[in-house]
């Protein structure tokens, strides 16, 4: 007579086959070691968004897909030089009242730089002849020095309208410190010289 073999009970909730008892401890130590990380970032994240003197700099160089850009760029034409100054709140002082009354073109855009904190970049506007590709004229008054890695502002400037009839449009550059390699460019639309408009399509230099 064959005796049934009695099966032994496992408590509730162990397994047949035990685990290492080490295996166990380092699962927890992992997981705490993973809550640490998170905390310790979080903290680190807050730091820099309050306090974003402490992020580590790139040494004034910008990362690839975070070159400076210039857009926007607008001009409107009719604008005399004093009434420009006068929208903007800049005092005429120096001026005679002739170059006060030059008819011209008011000119904005936007600007937005990025890791030249501390370097003096020259920024050039050139008024160009549509058709011909020469410049009529060209201004190099502003130098903008950010004092933070990322700067966006918008920039205005009034430039005085060719005598002629015919089609032009402005171009803005931003150069590098040196002041010989740009570093990024936007032009306006066409717009006509103080006798009139002769439609040429500004061309997509920049």
Known sequence: MTTPKTRRRLPRGSSAVDAPAGDGRTMRLAKQAGVIV???SGVVGLLFLFFPGLRPSTGGVPAADQLPMISAVT??????????????????????????????????????????????L?????????????????GRQFVITPDVDKVSRPWWEW?????????????VKLFDE?????IACAASESFGGLRGFTHVAAPKNC
């Open 75 to 120: 001009a409107n034409p009719g604008v005399t030089q004093g009434a420009f100054l006068a929208s903007h709140d800049r005092k005429p002082t120096g001026f005679t009242k002739a170059q006060l009354a030059v008819v011209g073109s008011s000119i904005s855009a936007q600007l937005q730089i990025f890791g030249y904190k501390g370097k003096h």
């Open 178 to 182: 040196r002041g010989v390699a740009a």
């Open 38 to 40: 998170g905390l310790v």
């Open 159 to 171: 430039v005085p309208l060719p005598a002629g009839r015919g089609s032009y449009y402005v171009e």
């Open 122 to 138: 020259p920024l050039e506007d050139q008024v160009i002849d549509a058709k011909t590709q020469q410049p009529v004229a060209t």
